[in-house]
């Protein structure tokens, strides 16, 4: 059974940083590319970073870009977002997803608030 446990989210103030873990098990992590998403109230999902599956490329959304940095370690099946320079906007949960064979699954998200 696939299971993604994140953690590692919190209040914040703006220009903190935190950084998200995302447990993974149930498939062959180090075969998978992996994403990380948020969803802010009344915002839609939007993707924030993805890492191929050797760790080897990384994309961005532009909103995140240059702050936030995505990593893994397949050793120990897990994948971080590690958020510099929090803002405000950044507000939102997240979660780590991974798709096999058409089908994506979550984990059950972790809050992030940057605020004063």
């Known amino acids: 059974q696939v299971r993604l446990v994140e953690s590692g989210g919190g209040l914040v103030q703006p220009g903190g940083s935190l950084r998200l873990s995302c447990a993974a098990s149930?498939?062959?992590?180090?075969?998978?590319?992996m994403n990380w998403y948020r969803q802010a109230p009344g915002k839609e999902r939007e993707l924030v970073a993805t890492?191929?599956?050797?760790?080897?490329?990384?994309n961005y959304a532009d909103s995140v870009k240059g702050r936030f940095t995505i990593s893994r370690d397949n050793a120990k099946s897990i994948v971080y977002l590690q958020m510099n320079s929090l803002k405000p906007e950044d507000t939102a949960v997240y979660y780590c997803?991974?798709?096999?064979?058409?089908?994506?699954?979550r984990g059950q998200g972790t809050q992030v608030t940057v605020s004063v």
């Open positions: 997803q991974v798709r096999r064979y058409g089908t994506d699954t």
């Open positions: 890492i191929t599956s050797t760790g080897g490329n990384t």
């Open positions: 149930g498939f062959p992590f180090p075969n998978y590319p």
